[in-house]
Antibody
Framework: QVQLQESGPGLVKPSETLSLTCTVS????????WSWVRQPPGKGLEWIGYISYDGRTNYNPSLKSRVTISVDTSKSHFSLNLSSVTAADTAVYYCARIPDSSGHGWFDPWGQGTLVTVSS | QSVLTQPPSASGTPGQRVTISCSGS????????VYWYQQLPGTAPKLLIYMNNQRPSGVPGRFSGSKSGTSASLAISGLRSEDEADYYCATWDDSPNGPVFGGGTKLTVL
């Protein structure tokens, strides 16, 4: 079955760019949609954005000016860049698949999540 | 503040039936499917219900979902201690054209 694994630095300085990668295994990345969701400590879930296997993107309007999501099907991974980070961007970042042809569906499965702390 | 409104907490005793509500609007729940996720302490969310009332394989029949108008509910019957978790509803919102989540409900099994 499909499994997702996030990777990237756990500590990012304020004003810098947060970069994470999600590696997909056990299935093909060349279908459906692939998404990032974050969860600040002790708080709820926030959708960041998603990308289709062929590169179409949709971002949360509240983050759109700072977010870039890309996909590399040859390496079976997709990536998140979030620029100009502040302490408010400290969160557990999850990657997830949207197994739906429109991108409007549910998130399943999820990666285990990775905590990113923004601090100098 | 979340687009979808959930009670922050719910509780029940083993064996009881509990329901968790999720309220939205015509641009989200009113015109799209609702999904539910279970997040056990210290773990990633897990899909519990999709397309309003469908259970993925492996999810016990004790969990059920329903939707009416601009609201949805998750029901858990025969409550068990391992059901203690945070539960999130989610759906698509036509404006601003993306997925949205509820604020989450912390379920305590007394």
């Amino acid at each position: 079955q499909v499994q997702l694994q996030e990777s990237g630095p756990g500590l990012v300085k304020p004003s810098e760019t947060l970069s994470l990668t999600c590696t997909v295994s056990g299935g093909s990345i060349s279908s459906f949609y692939w998404s990032w969701v974050r969860q600040p400590p002790g708080k709820g879930l926030e959708w960041i954005g998603y990308i289709s296997y062929d590169g179409r993107t949709n971002y949360n309007p509240s983050l759109k000016s700072r977010v870039t999501i890309s996909v590399d099907t040859s390496k079976s991974h997709f990536s998140l860049n979030l620029s100009s980070v502040t302490a408010a961007d400290t969160a557990v970042y999850y990657c997830a698949r949207i197994p739906d042809s429109s991108g409007h569906g549910w998130f399943d499965p999820w990666g285990q999540g990775t905590l990113v702390t923004v601090s100098s | 503040q979340s687009v979808l409104t959930q009670p922050p907490s719910a509780s029940g005793t083993p064996g009881q039936r509990v329901t968790i509500s999720c309220s939205g609007s015509t641009s989200n729940i009113g015109s799209n499917y609702v999904y539910w996720y279970q997040q056990l302490p210290g773990t990633a969310p897990k899909l519990l219900i999709y397309m309003n009332n469908q259970r993925p394989s492996g999810v016990p029949g004790r969990f059920s979902g329903s939707k009416s108008g601009t609201s949805a509910s998750l029901a858990i019957s025969g409550l068990r201690s391992e059901d203690e978790a945070d539960y999130y509803c989610a759906t698509w919102d036509d404006s601003p054209n993306g997925p949205v989540f509820g604020g989450g409900t912390k379920l305590t099994v007394l």
